[in-house]
């Protein structure tokens, strides 16, 4: 086994635990919108979808790097290519959304600025570029900062499902 599949290897507790959390939470999320499948389909609630499509994309964003992690013997461009493909896929899926967010005719949370909804992920996923591109230069030093990563992910997409759920239920 390689220096960098050692180094790799190092971190695999780690993205077992981030992918299970972030797998349960998204699993929660599904249910809850479930549950509320009448409110959350209706038209005046679109803005509603796109909050709950991007907690998914922020919980499945952790499932998916984890389950990168969890591949024995990683090469620099067996873990960074795809690393970086999935990130700029998620990068382009979430400023698609906030434009998307940013042009709805009516403003929800009470005309609060959009763009808070999605600059953490955002940044996030810039990161993430930037750790791919590391680690495609063969080095692991930028694995650490996925650690602040994954907790601004999950935190940022466990307050975004909190306030959606208090959104459904509030009375029209």
């Not at 808070?116 to 940044?123: E, L, N, T, Y």
């Not at 030093?141 to 601004?152: A, K, R, W």
Request: hydrophobic share 50%; charged share 15%; glycine share 8%.
């Amino acid at each position: 086994m390689n220096t960098f599949a050692q180094a790799v290897g190092g971190w695999h507790d780690y993205y077992h635990v981030v992918g299970d959390a972030a797998a349960a939470l998204m699993g929660l999320l599904f249910v809850s919108l479930s549950l509320n499948v009448e409110e959350i389909t209706k038209k005046a609630n679109s803005g509603l979808r796109i909050l709950a499509a991007q907690s998914f994309t922020s919980f499945i964003c952790l499932v998916m790097f984890s389950l990168l992690f969890e591949i024995p013997d990683q090469g620099t461009r067996g873990l960074g290519i795809p690393m970086l493909g999935i990130d700029l896929i998620l990068f382009y899926v979430t400023c698609r959304r906030f434009l998307e967010f940013r042009n709805q005719k009516s403003q929800l949370w009470g005309g609060a600025n959009p763009l808070v909804r999605f600059i953490i992920p955002m940044v996030c996923f810039i990161t993430i570029m930037v750790i791919a591109i590391t680690v495609l230069n063969g080095t692991t030093g930028g694995l650490y900062y996925f650690v602040p990563v994954s907790i601004l992910l999950i935190f940022d997409a466990s307050l975004d499902a909190w306030d959606l759920l208090l959104r459904l239920h509030e009375p029209h």
